[in-house]
């Protein structure tokens, strides 16, 4: 396996049912059957769908959920007993994303997760220590949000390196959403629409590489550096290592990454990461 390859196998989870796509979930389907048999469908991670969509699922699929990959997304209020239900009817459910939960309940709602699927917390960028401790201690994953519809919902730097590096301190695994359409940090348009307003936006590579530094015991300020820069030259891949500035990691390394510390990072479009990346030949 090449380090590229390590590095984007599974990467990207796909949100097509979320803004600012907000595709039908027939549409969101086709797209995710026809992206798991492309010639990149190595890149492809989990559809990502409310777990309340799930009988809409079934229609969409003609009953053939198995074929897909799942990460369901629902609130601390969920009926946890409802998921067992879901996966006992076989639905391939591999984690659950969980929104608003508060640090006390997230211990209680871990053990009610059937075994055998990954569990992500959502968290503020600024959360409480005492909620990370709660979601390592429960085994569970953090999941955070990088941007939106809106720049005022894209972290600053400093904050996102800071989060970072506080996941790395705990060697918490976590997944990022939201405004990470692009490999490098730079000004793009909020959505697809004529006229769309701009935000400067957080690369995929900026933060897969911030994420490799603090893994391998980087500090927050240097983190912030490389999610600071937009210049793609600054990056060069070989089939052995990725390379930014003066720093390395192999194939091996970046797979550790992957399995211990960035987990994914989820889109409403799979087709422009991927392009992007094609564009810099390095797919």
């Given amino acids: 396996m090449t380090a590229i390859d390590a590095l984007i196998t599974g990467l990207i989870d796909y949100a097509g049912l979320y803004p600012p796509a907000s595709l039908d979930m027939k549409a969101a389907v086709r797209n995710y059957l026809e992206y798991s048999h492309s010639a990149h469908s190595r890149t492809l991670g989990r559809f990502v769908v409310d777990l309340d969509r799930l009988p809409s699922l079934l229609d969409a ?3 053939n959920v198995s074929a897909m990959k799942l990460s369901g997304v ?3 209020l969920a009926d946890w007993n409802e998921l067992h239900r879901l996966v006992g009817q076989g639905f391939a459910i591999d984690a ?4 608003g939960a508060l640090t006390g309940e997230i211990g209680r709602i871990a053990m009610h997760v059937p075994p055998g699927i990954d569990i992500y917390f959502e968290v503020p960028m600024d959360p409480p220590p005492a909620m990370l401790d709660a979601v390592a201690t429960a085994g569970a994953r953090v999941k955070i949000r990088t941007g939106g519809t809106a720049a005022e919902f894209f972290p600053s730097t400093q904050r996102l390196a800071q989060m970072l590096a506080e996941l790395a301190s705990r060697h918490l695994i976590f997944k990022a959403t939201a405004g990470l359409h692009h490999p490098f940090r ?3 348009a909020l959505t697809c629409a004529d006229g769309s307003p701009t935000a400067v936006m957080h690369g995929f590579m900026n933060l897969a590489t911030s994420a490799a530094l603090l893994h391998f015991g980087g500090d927050a300020r ?3 550096l490389v ?5 793609a ?3 060069q891949i070989t089939d052995d290592a990725i390379f930014w500035e003066e720093n390395s990691w192999s194939a091996d390394e970046l797979r550790e990454v992957r399995q211990q510390f960035f987990a994914a990072f989820g889109s409403c479009s799979f087709t422009q990461p991927v392009q992007e990346l094609e564009a810099l030949r390095w797919l």
Avoid: D, P
């Fill in 61 to 63: 699929t003609s009953n």
């Fill in 74 to 76: 629902a609130t601390h």
């Fill in 96 to 99: 659950v994303e969980i929104k």
């Fill in 186 to 188: 730079g000004r793009f």
């Fill in 222 to 224: 240097e983190a912030q």
């Fill in 227 to 231: 999610l600071e820069e937009e210049w």
């Fill in 233 to 235: 030259g600054t990056w």
